[in-house]
């Protein structure tokens, strides 16, 4: 795409009318433009007579969405009155005003808790750490045993309520059980907790969130993403602790890791649903993770003016020197790439300006994440792992394919963009053999794991698939290719995601 592009030939959002009053709205990022473009191709029918999908068909929106619903969401939130004990359930404790859905009486035994917590650190931590460990599992034994100390007014939520609630939305996250907490009833209780800004809580919205993305109710997630970004703002989460000699060395890095783990969630939702991030990176000072600590002398941070972060934490700076914090920086610095890919090439189209300096840096820049990744080779076997140790490598193997996944998938975010190009021009040509690749790729090493448990693997193996499909239909690749990859491979892959969340 030229420094200047016609904008025509934007990639645009979606906004769909469901009542008179009532619209979504789903941006560029998600796919929505392309996969309307597909859709024309496989018709043979210019993209403008497409302007929305019918109601007969599977709406693009939809599927791009996830599964919330938002009748339900509305019917559960209007249906809890400030006081109704038919309806909800609160934590007995004198100091509890927290209202929680009902609905469970009482929360599995201590030991199926336990296992469920061990679990959750085993799978879903290593990508969030926003929780510390030792400190859950001792807080965890002491509200089975009745003995969880408050640290709070009488006027707030107790400990015990937000911990229970926070148990509730972890125990739904690894067992992918409505019954425990659905995606509705996490947004009943977080609206009763937006005005605080304590460590606890934040934990808790975080959690609730997870639950969220973990059903694909990116929307409800989504909204947990506005309240969170003013809690963590009241916080001071944003600024690296650092600074502060009021805080001790535990609490810095708890503060770095909660704030670290928000932003990681919430790029991936921003770019989701095409929706613009809650905290811009202009405003964010804390240090990513393996990168060397700027602030702990509390000296201001000289700021270049072509970047957003300080210089050395720019994302290609980064040389993870932490075997703790390996996988946190790498799917930080993917977050920091999902953001500046946001940044180019789906602000509004009135201000937005695809320069090819910036295009190229950021292609640079997701080269060289990839190339410090752990290799993982295409078809059978093993990873490599040259720089890492033995404990590392029991830790990160099975996360390492999940970032292999989310480098093919940032390839096609970069250029997807250009496919909205006449078929004629060479960045056209040269996109979509790129997006082509990185699909094949994708649905490769899909197909080749055991366990699927990312949400967003399912979103990644179908925006591969109709990348293959356009480009079939447009000549750009071999039918009998293409149909090796979508049908052979990807239905394997369709068939482990389903097996991972126990349905089909």
Known sequence: MSDSPAGSHFETGSLTLRAPQQSEFIGSSSGVHFIKLVRAVCADTPVTSHPNLSDDDLRTEDVLGGNDDE????????????????????????????VIPEINSSLPSQLEAQAMAVHYFGSWHPLVPFLYG??????????????????????APSRTARHVFLLRCLFATVKADESSMSPSDTLAVVGQLASRNDLLTIQAVLMAQLRCISAMALRAASSHSGLLSRSILHAGLHRCPFRYEQLDSGLKDLRKRIFWSAYILDRYLSQALGLPPTIADSDIDVCAPGCPELHSSARPVAMNST??????????????????????????????????????????????????????SIRADANKWFNSLPHWPSGPGRPVFDHLDREVKSEQIKFIPFLHVLYQQLLIAIHRPYLSLPRTTAEYGNSVQLVVRAARQTILLL?????????????????????????????????????????????KTIEVYCSCVGEC
């Open 307 to 360: 970047t957003e972060m300080p210089r050395s934490q720019n994302s290609s700076d980064f040389n993870y020197p932490d075997k703790q914090e390996l996988l946190l920086a790498h799917l930080v610095t993917h977050a920091q790439l999902v953001s500046r890919v946001l940044e180019v090439f789906h602000k509004s189209i009135h201000v937005r300006s695809v320069e090819t300096d910036k295009v190229l």
């Open 71 to 98: 009748s339900d969401v509305t019917d559960r939130y209007s249906s809890i009155p400030a006081q109704t004990a038919q309806s909800t359930a609160s934590v007995s404790h004198s100091n509890d005003n927290l």
């Open 134 to 155: 030792p400190l859950f599992m001792r807080d965890l034994d002491d509200l089975y045993r009745g003995a969880l100390k408050e640290d709070l007014p009488a006027q």
């Open 447 to 491: 197909s080749e794991m055991d366990e699927l448990f990312w949400p967003g693997y399912l979103a990644s193996a179908w925006m591969s698939g109709l990348v293959l499909v356009y480009a079939c239909q447009t000549h750009a690749y071999g039918l009998d290719q293409g149909i090796r990859y979508v049908l052979n491979e990807g239905e």
